[in-house]
C-alpha cells in the first residue's frame, strides 16, 4: 500500500488506512534508534529542504534528523537571512529551492494554507510543518503512533484536550486524526478559546476541566500561546492557570493510567505543572522520539509515491 498524494498536507486529507500504514511503518524505524549507527540508506540521493517561516525547536530538528538517518541531503533555508527580507514571494522562493532539484519542502508557515499553495506551485513532494492555526500533520500522526504505543489501541479511548483550541494547529491535526481512529474526542477551554461550530468535528465541548476530565484514558494539554495574549482573550493568565491548568490534584479527575501529553514547548506553571510534565503519567519526550520515527516513516512514504518519482 501506498499515500495518495505527493503531499502531506493535513489529516483531514489523509485516510484511516494511511494513517495506519504511517504508523505501522513507524515502528520498525524507531528500532533503528537502538543501534549504534542510527542510519539506514533508504533516501540516499534525495534532497530534504527545510523552510521555517516560523520558530521550531522539535519539529525542524526533528524533520532534520528523520531524514539523515534516511541517508538524505538536508538544507536548511535559514529565512531571516535568505531574499525573503528582501521582499521574494512565497512563490518565488519555492521556485528557486525547486530549480535546485529539490526532492522534499518541508515548510512551516504563519498562514493557514501556504503549504497546499506550495504544493500546487511545485512539483516536489511537499510536508506541512504547521500552517496557521489550521494543521500540524506530523505532529498529530507522531501523537497518534504513542497513543498507540501505550495504550495498544486508540479506538474507543476518550481523550481531552485542553487550552488554546481556538489558534492551535496541533488541536485540528488531533481531532481529525482521533476521530478516524475511532476515539472519543472532549475539548475543554474557556469560551473565548474555543471556536464556533467545533461540534461539526465530532467532538464534545467542555468549559469545565473536572468533568472533562471524568474517565479520560489521554490528557492533552496545548499551550497557551502567549503570543496570542494581546487579544484579550483571557482575562489573565493566572485565572486560566487556575481553571484549566494541569496538576496532580486534578489527574484524580481522569482515569488513574490516564497518559498526559503536550506537544511543546510548555509553559510550566500555566497550562501544566512541572510535578504532571515529569510526572509518572506523562509521555512527553516519548512524543519527542516518537516523532523522529514517524517523519521517517512519512518520507519513506512519500519517496515512494507514484506522482512523486513520475515528476521529471
Ligand atoms: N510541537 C511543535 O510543533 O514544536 P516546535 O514549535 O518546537 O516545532
Redesign the pocket.
Given at each position: 500500500m501506498k499515500l495518495k498524494n505527493k503531499d502531506l498536507l493535513g489529516l483531514e486529507n489523509l485516510d484511516k488506512k494511511e494513517i495506519q500504514l504511517i504508523m505501522d511503518t513507524a515502528g520498525p524505524f524507531k528500532e533503528i534508534f537502538t543501534r549504534s549507527i542510527k542510519k539506514v540508506p533508504a533516501l540516499r540521493g534525495r534532497t530534504v529542504v527545510l523552510l521555517f517561516y516560523?520558530?521550531?525547536?522539535?519539529?525542524?530538528?526533528?524533520f532534520e534528523l528523520a531524514a539523515k538517518r534516511l541517508s538524505a541531503d538536508t538544507l536548511n533555508v535559514p529565512v531571516s537571512t535568505s531574499s525573503v527580507v528582501k521582499g521574494e514571494s512565497l512563490i518565488d522562493t519555492v521556485k528557486t529551492i525547486e530549480a535546485m532539484k529539490a526532492d522534499f519542502v518541508i515548510i512551516?508557515h504563519g498562514m493557514a494554507g501556504a503549504a497546499e499553495i506550495v504544493s500546487r506551485a511545485i512539483k516536489s513532494s511537499v510536508i506541512n510543518?504547521?500552517d496557521g492555526a489550521h494543521e500540524?500533520p506530523t505532529?498529530g500522526l507522531l501523537d497518534l503512533f504513542t497513543i498507540r504505543e501505550k495504550k495498544g489501541k486508540i479506538k474507543g479511548l476518550k481523550v481531552t484536550i485542553i487550552g488554546d483550541i481556538l489558534h492551535s494547529r496541533?488541536a485540528r491535526s488531533n481531532i481529525w486524526g482521533l476521530k478516524k481512529m475511532g476515539a472519543e474526542v472532549r475539548v475543554c477551554a474557556p469560551a473565548t478559546l474555543i471556536p464556533k461550530e467545533i461540534e461539526t468535528m465530532g467532538v464534545e465541548v467542555f468549559y469545565n476541566l473536572n468533568k472533562a476530565l471524568k474517565d479520560t484514558d489521554v490528557i492533552y494539554t496545548l499551550?497557551i500561546q502567549l503570543e496570542r495574549q494581546k487579544e484579550h482573550l483571557l482575562p489573565s493568565l493566572r485565572e486560566y492557570t487556575e481553571f484549566y491548568g494541569v496538576t496532580n490534584e486534578r489527574l484524580k479527575y481522569a482515569k488513574e493510567d490516564c497518559l498526559v501529553m503536550h506537544?511543546?514547548?510548555m509553559n510550566r506553571g500555566v497550562e501544566i505543572f512541572g510535578e504532571v510534565a515529569d510526572g509518572k503519567r506523562s509521555v512527553i519526550l516519548d512524543?519527542v522520539t516518537n516523532?523522529i520515527a514517524i517523519r521517517m516513516a512519512v518520507l519513506y512514504l512519500l519517496a515512494g509515491n507514484k506522482q512523486m518519482n513520475n515528476r521529471d
Open positions: 516560523e520558530p521550531s525547536t522539535r519539529t525542524k530538528n526533528s512551516r510543518a504547521g500540524h505532529q496541533v499551550r506537544p511543546g514547548p512524543q516523532g
